[in-house]
């Protein structure tokens, strides 16, 4: 098992900065990858972010890439989201997640998940 605390959510004007931090705890040692992926109302959950546990590998979706970066702390069992540059159509619930899978973009491929962190961004 895999516990995963998320924090850092909060309301932001567009063009501001944000940073969510996840922190993991129980059985990380099993983990291949730690993605972040976001649900905003009415539509699906979607890929935002993802970094490999061991190797600092980086994955991210088009929307995002240039002004998020993900990046862990293994010392710490922390995965951080830093968010710059941020855009109305960011609003949402952000989830922190695991995987053993080596398919980091697919939801449905990860075991373990945070509550979510709401991020609000007004234009």
């Known amino acids: 098992q895999v516990q995963l605390v998320e924090s850092g959510g909060g309301l932001v004007q567009a063009g501001g900065s944000l940073r969510l931090t996840c922190a993991a705890s129980?059985?990380?040692?099993?983990?291949?990858?730690a993605g972040w992926f976001r649900q905003a109302p009415g539509k699906e959950r979607e890929f935002v972010a993802a970094?490999?546990?061991?190797?600092?590998?980086?994955y991210y979706a088009d929307s995002v890439k240039g002004r998020f970066t993900i990046s862990r702390d293994n010392a710490k069992n922390t995965v951080y989201l830093q968010m710059n540059d941020l855009r109305p159509e960011d609003t949402a619930v952000y989830y922190c997640?695991?995987?053993?899978?080596?398919?980091?973009?697919?939801?449905?491929?990860?075991?373990?998940w945070g509550q979510g962190t709401q991020v609000t961004v007004s234009s």
């Open positions: 970094v490999r546990w061991g190797g600092g590998n980086t």
């Open positions: 129980g059985r990380t040692y099993t983990t291949y990858a």
């Open positions: 997640a695991t995987t053993k899978s080596a398919v980091v973009s697919t939801a449905r491929m990860y075991d373990y």
